[in-house]
């Protein structure tokens, strides 16, 4: 039996004309994966990057993502050609959803501790909201107001928990904020276009041509910090490659596709959580008040956005 969600049903998904009025037992399982792989991946990147430069490691993730994603279109006989007209479109997704996202986020972890990282990189639908009602024209609620104004008193509480400390890095709270804002505009152009390709080779032309400035980055600037690098960042990287990028990624770009751009948000409604306690148990980071209560408001942020408005 074919699923509802999955890629066979990806081109009548795609016209979205009725959004879903529930999700589905297969959504709500990609959901809870996506929040468990996505959040302890957070302190194991920060592993990989004690050694690893930052392009060098984003392009093994991203190399090694596409191969998997292609490797898995060709064994299951799907098109890998994108549609004439879409190449375009396709750029500009790729541009914000794999080259802004993962280079500003990375970066911005390089220099913040790691939960504090995951809290501010999943704000996402903060910024999805507001976006998703100017370009795809859903409604902006009261719901969703308030949803936002308590998301952004939760960003006010996390930097003022510790403002000389983020003070010492603002241009890495900055840049997981641009990361965040470069998911959301990327997420609604998904919704925008509608590229009517199968998920699994969509995700992986993404990898591509968004990578391509950071596999040409890679060695011009950290080819003299390339060495043997020790056996942990190894394991992070392939965990990065083989389930965030091509499992995760294409789950989430499922997930894009089958729900309404505010319900597809539900996906990083707890990633935080898991984020900053996996950080706890694996970095030995100790959270203190500003980081709970930021966390705390968040979510109640984000679960007022992702209320279902009344017919």
């Known amino acids: 039996m074919t699923n509802p969600d999955s890629e066979a049903t990806a081109p009548a998904a795609m016209q979205a004309v009725t959004p ?67 190449l375009l479109h396709m750029l500009w997704i790729s541009l914000f959803n794999i080259t802004g996202w993962n280079v500003f986020v990375l970066y911005g972890l390089s220099m913040l501790p790691a939960g504090r990282t995951t809290i501010l990189a999943f704000t996402m639908p903060l910024w999805l909201i507001p976006m998703s009602a100017l370009l795809l024209h859903e409604r902006l609620t009261g719901w969703k107001l308030a949803g936002l104004g308590i998301g952004l008193t939760g960003l006010v509480v996390l930097v003022g928990g510790e403002w000389e400390a983020m003070m010492a890095a603002p241009f890495g709270v900055l840049l997981v904020l641009g ?50 690098y020790s056996f942990w960042p190894w394991m992070a990287a392939l965990y990065n490659a083989t389930v965030c990028f091509v499992f995760c ?63």
């Open 20 to 86: 879903p009025q529930g999700i589905s037992a297969y959504s709500l399982g990609l959901l809870a994966l996506l929040t468990f792989f996505w959040g302890i991946n957070w302190p194991i990147m920060k592993i990989a990057l004690n050694e690893m430069p930052v392009f060098t490691f984003r392009a093994l993730c991203l190399g090694g993502g596409a191969l998997g994603l292609f490797a898995i279109a060709i064994w299951k006989r799907m098109s890998l050609r994108i549609p004439r007209g879409h």
């Open 179 to 228: 990361a965040a804002i470069c998911w959301a505009i990327g997420t609604v152009l998904i919704k925008l276009w509608q590229v009517p390709m199968s998920p699994v080779p969509f995700v992986g032309w993404q990898m591509v041509l968004g990578g391509i400035p950071i596999f040409v980055i890679a060695p011009l600037l950290e080819s003299d910090r390339w060495y043997v």
């Open 249 to 311: 990624y294409w789950a989430w770009n499922v997930l894009v596709r089958v729900l309404p751009a505010g319900i597809s948000g539900l996906s990083t409604l707890m990633i935080p959580v898991v984020g900053v306690f996996s950080s706890m148990l694996m970095l030995g980071e100790q959270p203190r008040w500003p980081e709970f209560a930021a966390l705390l408001l968040v979510a109640t942020a984000l679960g007022l956005i992702l209320k279902p408005s009344r017919s």
